[in-house]
């Protein structure tokens, strides 16, 4: 398979702790995107990497957030101390980024929870 | 501030009918929109796309129509299968000319039922 893969898909922790998911985009695409979705919700744009640069972070994105895409090719996000508003679905996308804008491929999601 | 947003949280038909969903916005300046469908479980799966110099675009069943005029676009899908089951969203692309960065903005969605 050679979309987008995200690990792990579900991830249940205590209040507190601190939590990494990775990204794994479809191997050409230098554009990466981190999404979160709650339930009944369409996903909310968390943070954008063109190469390893990150480009763009949503104000969603607290302090206790970071994401990093160290070599331009996987992704990380982290997310420190976590509390229970943070349980949601987390996506990971990516894309060709032909010219101004492309089509953009998702991965599975990392189902978060926190108790 | 500016969204894009779904006119029904659900629709039902029956197998074989046609469907449509309806998304509005709000920013008139916005340019490309995209439709994705999303199961159960998976992440959003690309349907279609249209751009603001186009009023229609059809693909393999599914039509999406773009009114500028009063920042509506719909999705339409012909002969409505089981397989069609699943949550539909819009988004626009928002793409940033300063700095180069991109981003989907997605409405709520419409749950899509088919009843065999």
């Known amino acids: 398979d050679t979309g987008v893969s995200q690990n792990p898909r579900h991830k249940i922790t205590k209040r507190g702790q601190n939590v990494t998911f990775r990204c794994d985009p479809i191997?050409?695409?230098?554009?990466l995107y981190w999404y979160r979705q709650t339930l009944g919700q369409g996903p909310e744009f968390l943070t954008y990497?063109?190469?390893?640069?990150?480009?763009?972070k949503s104000r969603l994105l607290s302090d206790r957030f970071s994401a990093e895409r160290p070599k331009g090719s996987f992704s990380t996000l982290e997310i420190q101390r976590t509390e229970q508003g943070d349980s949601a679905m987390y996506l990971c996308?990516?894309?060709?980024?032909?010219?101004?804008?492309?089509?953009?491929?998702f991965g599975p999601g990392t189902r978060l929870t926190v108790l | 501030g500016e969204s894009v947003g779904l006119h029904l949280p659900t629709l039902s038909v029956q197998e074989g009918d046609n469907s449509i969903i309806n998304c509005a916005y709000s920013?008139?300046?916005?340019?490309?929109f995209i439709w994705y469908k999303q199961e159960s479980g998976k992440g959003p799966q690309f349907i279609i796309d249209?751009?603001?110099?186009?009023d229609k675009r059809q693909g393999q069943r599914v039509t999406v129509l773009l009114n500028k005029t009063v920042k509506h676009l719909s999705l339409q899908i012909a002969a409505t299968q089981p397989g069609d089951s699943a949550v539909y969203f819009c988004?626009?692309?928002?793409?940033?000319?300063?700095?180069?960065?991109?981003?989907?903005?997605f409405g709520k969605g419409t749950k899509l039922t088919v009843n065999p």
């Open positions: 191997s050409e695409h230098n554009r």
């Open positions: 990497f063109q190469n390893e640069a990150q480009l763009e």
């Open positions: 920013n008139s300046a916005s340019d490309y």
């Open positions: 988004a626009e692309n928002r793409f940033k000319y300063q700095g180069g960065s991109e981003k989907l903005v």
């Open positions: 996308a990516s894309s060709s980024g032909q010219g101004a804008v492309g089509e953009q491929f």
């Open positions: 249209i751009r603001s110099n186009m």
